[in-house]
C-alpha cells in the first residue's frame, strides 16, 4: 500500500471510522488518484504546455481569453476553490495558441495553492514564455475553505489581479482590460 493510501486510512481510523466497511473500502486508493490528478501542476511547466505553439504574428492588439474554469486546493486546508480566470496579453511579435492559455491556468491550479501567488505565477509565466508589451490576469473564486468552515460565507467570492508591462504602466490599456472582463455578459 502507498503511503498515501495508508495515511488516509490511519486518518479514517483517527475519525473514528471503519476503513474496511463497504463505503470506505477503496477511499484510501481514491483519495490518493484524486489528489495525484488535483496536484499534477507540480510535474508540469508553462513552457512545456506551450510546446510549439508559438507563433510569429504582427498582431498588436490585446488578446483575450476570459471565463477560463479552475479548480485548484487551497494549501491551507485543502479544501477546494474554484472559479474563473481572465487572461489577456499584447504580443510583440508572436501569439500563443489560445488553447495554451487556459493550460497555463491549469499549470498553476493543480498545485496546493493560494490565489494570490497563482494569480502571479500565471502573469509571470506569460511574460517569460511570450516577451509581451502587457500581462493581464484576473481571478475570481470561491474558496469552500471560507464557504464551509471558519467564517461560513457561502456567497463570498475572492478578485485578485496581476497586471505587468503596459498593464500596469498604461492606465486605458488596464482599463480596457477590465472593461473587457467585466463587461456584458
Do not use: W
Not at 25 to 37: C, D, G, I, N, Y
Not at 91 to 116: H, T, Y
Amino acid at each position: 500500500m502507498s503511503d498515501i493510501k495508508e495515511l488516509v486510512r490511519a486518518t479514517l481510523l483517527e475519525l473514528g471510522e471503519d476503513p474496511t466497511r463497504q463505503g470506505l473500502a477503496r477511499t484510501p486508493e481514491r483519495v490518493e488518484k484524486s489528489l495525484r490528478f488535483l496536484t499534477q501542476g507540480y510535474t508540469q511547466s508553462a513552457s512545456k504546455v506551450i510546446g510549439d505553439a508559438l507563433f510569429h504574428e504582427t498582431h498588436n492588439n490585446m488578446v483575450l481569453v476570459r471565463d477560463i474554469e479552475f479548480y485548484s486546493l487551497c494549501e491551507h486546508h485543502m479544501l477546494p476553490f474554484y472559479g474563473k480566470a481572465h487572461v489577456a496579453y499584447i504580443p510583440n511579435g508572436r501569439i500563443v495558441g489560445l488553447s495554451k492559455m487556459a493550460r497555463i491556468v491549469d499549470v498553476f491550479a493543480r498545485r496546493l495553492q493560494v490565489q494570490e501567488r497563482m494569480t502571479d505565477q500565471i502573469a509571470d509565466a506569460l511574460v517569460a514564455e511570450l516577451m509581451p508589451h502587457g500581462v493581464g490576469v484576473v481571478l475570481g473564486a470561491s474558496h469552500l475553505c471560507m464557504m464551509m468552515r471558519g467564517v461560513q460565507k457561502q456567497g463570498s467570492s475572492t478578485i485578485t489581479s496581476a497586471m505587468r508591462g503596459t498593464f500596469l504602466e498604461d492606465h486605458r490599456t488596464r482599463e480596457e482590460f477590465l472593461r473587457l472582463v467585466h463587461g456584458s455578459r
